[in-house]
């Protein structure tokens, strides 16, 4: 599997993406760095402790990898959630968007660890 076929699993926006990197080796570099990072798993952790500040800013900063690196569903679903979070209470449906995230990143992880495997 190459990296567009990667991309194409796990619902991103090749092309986006190498407009702005313009190589395959940058985009497999950011794509496994965001992998080895799991800002996911953090922003989960934080929420479940009740920590919505951590959990905000998580969010936050998966809404930004996401949309530079055209993680598409992710970047959605990374962006409502980190709405609900602002302001430091969450909304009714915190729990039901970080489902949402934790589902598009477990997505982005498996497609990238089958490419990389």
């Known amino acids: 599997m190459d990296i567009k076929a990667c991309y194409k699993e796990f619902g991103g926006d090749y092309e986006d993406v190498y407009l702005r990197l313009m190589s395959d080796e ?5 794509v496994k760095k965001f992998v080895e990072l799991d800002d996911c798993a953090a922003m989960l952790t934080a929420l ?7 959990a905000f800013l998580k969010a936050h900063d998966l809404k930004g990898t996401s ?3 055209g993680m598409t569903k992710l970047y959605k679903s990374s962006s409502r959630l980190c709405e609900a979070l602002r302001g430091g209470e969450p909304s009714e449906d915190v729990h039901s968007l970080s489902e949402q995230v934790r589902i598009d990143c477990g997505a982005i992880i498996s ?3 089958k490419y990389s495997g």
């Open 26 to 30: 940058r985009i497999e570099r950011f």
């Open 67 to 69: 949309s530079g690196l």
């Open 111 to 113: 497609a990238v660890k």
């Open 48 to 54: 479940e402790a009740g920590d919505y500040k951590t």
